[in-house]
């Protein structure tokens, strides 16, 4: 499996996933709390993570932008918050 990093959010049911690995097998969700579910790809790495109530999540602290930080280059990009 390639290492990736894709972030949907999905405004009708105002979820957020972040997938981390090319879709494969099955996986494994586990539910960490009422508002975070992370799956587990079969050979235990993290396939995604899974946030409901997303807006209230990912737009707590940043006026609603999805700020993108490469901390090795040290440059980051504000992106628009996205529209339901």
């Known amino acids: 499996m390639a290492i990736l990093m894709k972030l949907t959010y999905d405004p009708r049911y105002n979820i957020a996933y972040i997938r981390l690995l090319e879709k494969g097998a099955e996986v494994e969700t586990l539910e960490i709390s009422d508002e975070l579910n992370i799956d587990i790809a079969p050979d235990g790495r993290v396939y995604g993570i899974e946030l409901l109530n997303a807006n209230e999540q990912l737009r707590a602290q940043d ?9 090795a280059a040290g440059e980051e990009r504000a992106l628009p918050p996205a529209q339901p």
Do not use: A, F, T
């Open 63 to 71: 006026d609603g932008q999805l700020v993108v930080r490469n901390e």
